[in-house]
């Protein structure tokens, strides 16, 4: 069966640390990959994409790789702050569907101060 | 720009009444998808409309029907609602061309009662 998974509901790490969020699926085969953050009650808010033919992406303190060998995705947060802490959710793209995407449950990662 | 607005914020029905839920998109996108985000879960893709018509549809039953009018704003119809209903809806806009990231509401929380 298809199934997307994030490594845990939730990670707590100390601040200025790495955080690293893991992203498995089975059974798809997207053309592309995106990380969201959310905030409680709020809507997602897209942070980085990753296409199949591209191993890592880098924007400012965030970081993704994409194996799809491995059928996964690593996103990383470097120097983290409390203000990084959010829930972020990887999206899968499908191919033929459009901007369509199917989300994992999501990590809700805290960074203590 | 106003980015992806969504009317109501809050809405509290009774089991059995029908509600309509509403977007905007952000200034210049043609696409709209909706998902149903129920607590502790990722985004659940609904449908996408595109050029006025439904273009793709998730594994929702019948009582959740859509519009898109020709300014590209668009409508969540459910009828009949059930308590299992209650959840976030986010409306997304993006552009038809594909690999581009989605623009998420702050989203319509739903309670059914």
């Known amino acids: 069966s298809q199934k997307i998974e994030q490594n845990s509901e939730a990670l707590n790490i100390q601040e200025g640390k790495t955080a690293t969020l893991t992203c498995n699926y089975t059974n798809y085969s997207p053309a592309y990959l995106q990380w969201y953050r959310q905030d409680p009650g709020r809507g997602p808010v897209f942070l980085l994409l990753?296409?199949?033919?591209?191993k890592e992406k880098r924007k400012e303190r965030l970081k993704v790789t994409f194996d799809t060998t491995l059928k996964q995705s690593l996103f990383h947060i470097t120097a983290s702050q409390p203000a990084d802490s959010a829930t972020y959710l990887c999206?899968?793209?499908?191919?033929?569907?459009?901007?369509?995407?199917?989300f994992g449950p999501g990590t809700r990662l805290s960074v203590l101060p | 720009d106003a980015g992806v607005t969504q009317s109501p914020t809050h809405l509290i029905k009774t089991r059995g009444q029908q509600v309509t839920l509403r977007c905007s998109p952000k200034s210049g996108h043609d696409t709209v998808s909706w998902y149903q985000q129920a607590l502790g879960q990722g985004p659940q893709f609904i449908f996408q409309?595109?050029?006025?018509?439904?273009?793709q549809r998730g594994n929702f039953p019948d009582r959740f029907s859509g519009h898109q009018f020709p300014n590209y704003s668009s409508e969540l119809n459910v009828n009949a609602l059930l308590l299992g209903d209650s959840a976030l809806y986010l409306c997304a806009s993006s552009l038809s061309s594909e690999n581009t990231e989605a623009f998420f509401g702050q989203g319509t929380r739903l309670t059914v009662v």
């Open positions: 990753i296409r199949e033919n591209e």
């Open positions: 999206a899968l793209a499908l191919r033929n569907y459009g901007q369509n995407f199917v």
């Open positions: 409309y595109y050029e006025e018509e439904e273009r």
